[in-house]
């Protein structure tokens, strides 16, 4: 089964700095979505990109998707110390309903 | 906001014991899903819930598993008998819309233990 992967697998940044992750994955997709996980708490929902999108924005978000590439990228800009969290993104395959995530990676923003 | 509840957020039971945990998802949701992580690494889908049936399951959600929604509001997951590899968080979600093509809303899951 697909799976997306992110890269890097952790990232360590100061305040006010932009943090791009990547996540790549290996199937046929119809959406692919963005969420956050503080520590021990559920995950939250960030954005979704539909694969006929290329870019997509919210707040200081900003999203790509490559389908020929088969991948995506997740900018935060002027990150803050409450962005440290792990970030994971999520695929679902042509034909199937289920959302299927990566492994996720930690972002710490330092003050 | 409405929000999904998960009940309890803690679990400790004995190895071969049943467990069922609880969720409430979002009222007007119609898809529900439970998904379990394990130290904080992958988040693994279990199984995917529409019109009173699963709609999807993975591997993972063999005969040990089983998924009801007993009244208009509540969705367990039950283990009959759990192993010590059963030990993770289980998350359930809801959406509006279906899988992958809505947002999903996730409780905040209950930490399941077993010894």
């Known amino acids: 089964s697909q799976q997306g992967e992110e890269d890097p697998q952790a990232l360590s940044i100061q305040e006010g700095e932009n943090a791009t992750m990547n996540c790549s994955y290996k199937?046929?997709?119809?959406?692919l979505q963005w969420y956050r996980q503080n520590s021990g708490r559920g995950l939250v929902h960030l954005i979704l990109?539909?694969?006929?999108?290329r870019e997509k924005h919210s707040g200081r978000l900003r999203v790509t998707l490559d389908t020929s590439k088969k991948s995506s990228s997740l900018l935060i800009t002027a990150s803050r110390a409450a962005d440290t969290a792990s970030y994971f993104c999520?695929?679902?395959?042509?034909?199937?309903?289920?959302?299927?995530f990566g492994k996720g990676m930690k972002l710490t923003v330092n003050p | 906001e409405p929000e999904v509840t998960q009940t309890p957020s803690h679990q400790v039971t004995q190895m071969g014991q049943e467990v069922i945990l609880r969720c409430v998802p979002i009222?007007?949701?119609?898809?529900f899903y439970w998904y379990r992580q394990i130290l904080g690494q992958k988040v693994e889908f279990l199984v995917s819930?529409?019109?009173?049936?699963?709609?999807?399951k993975s591997e993972i959600f063999d005969d040990q598993f089983s998924v009801e929604r007993p009244d208009g509001s509540n969705f367990t997951l039950k283990i009959r008998s759990t192993k010590l590899e059963d030990s993770a968080m289980y998350f359930c979600?809801?959406?509006?819309?279906?899988?992958?093509?809505?947002?999903?809303?996730f409780g905040n899951g209950t930490r399941l233990t077993v010894t």
């Open positions: 009222s007007n949701h119609l898809y």
């Open positions: 199937t046929s997709i119809n959406n």
């Open positions: 819930f529409y019109n009173n049936e699963i709609s999807e």
């Open positions: 979600a809801s959406s509006g819309g279906q899988g992958g093509r809505s947002p999903l809303h």
């Open positions: 990109i539909r694969s006929n999108e």
């Open positions: 999520a695929t679902d395959e042509v034909g199937s309903e289920k959302l299927v």
